[in-house]
């Protein structure tokens, strides 16, 4: 699955690790802890390839491969049920 951020979102790193995201449509707010902005980052360097980018956590973590992409799914599917992400094949958002 490849993912982006919906175009009416900023996105915010805090300095203490905190992934912050905006709609600026509809103002709703998501904050997620420390592990959220890693995923993101990681999203983010991977073009959106959750796969590639779980496999980078999973060596990165030395955590199982399989746990951290179920984790990163079910994020990512919030995520884009919620808005603040697309699927990289709806060109709509």
């Known amino acids: 699955m490849g993912v982006q951020r919906a175009r009416n979102v900023a996105v915010t790193i805090t300095r203490e690790g905190y992934l912050e995201l905006k709609s600026t449509e509809t103002d709703e707010h998501y904050r997620g802890h420390p592990v959220a902005a890693a995923m993101w980052i990681a999203l983010q360097q991977h073009d959106g390839q959750v796969d590639r980018a779980a496999a980078e956590l999973a060596d990165t973590w030395e955590i199982d ?8 799914d079910a994020w990512v599917n919030r995520l884009v049920s919620t808005g603040f992400m697309r699927e990289e094949n ?3 958002g």
């Open 90 to 92: 709806d060109i709509s």
């Open 65 to 72: 491969y399989e746990q951290i992409r179920a984790y990163m």
